[in-house]
């Protein structure tokens, strides 16, 4: 079920990112939030914002984790993972990560790809989407559950 949804249009890398920094001050461990969207659509820019929100890191310090599937920056207070599950396809591989052991009282796992997997998308606290609908416009659409 769907609680509260905000919506923001970007023209800018800048403008996701201050979006994400935005948001940072609404998110509190323990939580999880899936990231959905197309390649390209923005989502490790957005996360460069959430995590400079939380002074876990610089934004330049921010990569997708594509190949390495999580990178965990810490705050003061908050350990942030940034979860990349584009390669992951069976719930044996989604074990082997080993995302439950991340889970803690101070985590945030921002999770990209995560709906592929029933049980995150039920799990989760918050969703967010983002949509690319120009060059640099993105729309994003966050859900709170």
């Not at 201050?18 to 609404?26: D, E, H, I, Q, R």
């Not at 939030?33 to 995590?51: C, E, F, P």
């Not at 003061?76 to 009282?105: F, P």
């Amino acid at each position: 079920m769907s609680g509260n949804i905000r919506q923001y249009l970007t023209h800018s890398s800048a403008e996701t990112i201050s979006v994400g920094k935005n948001l940072a001050p609404t998110l509190s461990p323990p939580s999880i939030v899936l990231l959905r969207g197309d390649l390209g659509a923005g989502k490790t820019t957005l996360v460069k914002g959430i995590v400079e929100g939380f002074h876990a890191a610089s934004e330049d310090s921010v990569t997708s984790p594509t190949f390495t599937l999580v990178h965990e920056y810490r705050g003061t207070g908050v350990h942030i993972y940034h979860i990349d599950l584009y390669r992951i396809d069976t719930l044996r591989e989604l074990e082997t990560l080993g995302l439950d052991d991340l889970r803690t009282e101070t985590s945030i796992l921002l999770i990209e790809w995560g709906e592929k997997f029933d049980r995150l998308v039920r799990e989760c606290n918050l969703e967010i989407a983002l949509e690319r609908i120009g060059e640099y416009d993105r729309r994003i659409q966050v859900t709170t559950h």
